[in-house]
């Protein structure tokens, strides 16, 4: 969950750069104490997508439109949560600085001229540094699932 700005711009016929700044979202609660509570929190994140478009010949060929990249594609996920500021209901969070490097598999369509709609799934490579937190281990490496689906407007 969360809100992001992204820049797709074409490097040839089918590999594009996908940038993208935003805030990633989070949602937390307790209830097994007598302080239930649900809380939220978002983060800043920075993110470079290189994608491979690899059926734009096959779209074309049966008539399909290619517009703002309608296609299917293979990427490969490079993100960064910097320990920069929260946003968030409760004054004692705070995020540590975080990387993930995510291969994924995606498809993209255009929903007439201005809207489009995604979906993929990824896993990969996911690291927490300088980790002080109790609920993880000191610069802990875990495995990172990437599923998501977006709906876009282009300008």
């Known amino acids: 969950m969360g809100i992001w700005v992204h820049n ?10 996908r940038s993208e700044i935003g805030l990633d979202a989070g949602i937390f609660g307790n209830s097994y104490s007598n302080e239930n ?14 994608r491979w478009y690899y059926n734009f ?6 008539g399909r439109k290619i517009t ?3 296609g299917n594609f293979l990427a490969l996920r490079v993100g960064f949560n910097p320990d920069l500021f929260v946003i968030s209901n409760r004054d004692d969070i705070s995020v540590p ?25 990824g896993i990969g490579y996911h690291h ?3 980790n002080d937190y109790y609920w993880v281990a000191h610069d802990d490496v ?3 699932l990437d599923l998501h689906f977006r709906i876009g407007y282009t300008f």
């Open 8 to 17: 797709e711009r074409k490097l040839s016929n089918s590999i594009a750069l």
């Open 37 to 50: 509570y649900v809380d939220y929190v978002f983060t800043p994140v920075l993110i470079l997508e290189p």
């Open 57 to 62: 010949e096959k779209r074309i060929r049966k």
């Open 68 to 70: 703002n990249n309608s």
């Open 97 to 121: 600085n975080q990387l993930f490097i995510i291969p994924k598999w995606g498809i993209k369509r255009g929903i007439g001229q201005h809207f489009t709609y995604e979906a993929g799934i």
């Open 128 to 130: 927490v540094f300088e």
């Open 142 to 144: 875990e495995v990172a």
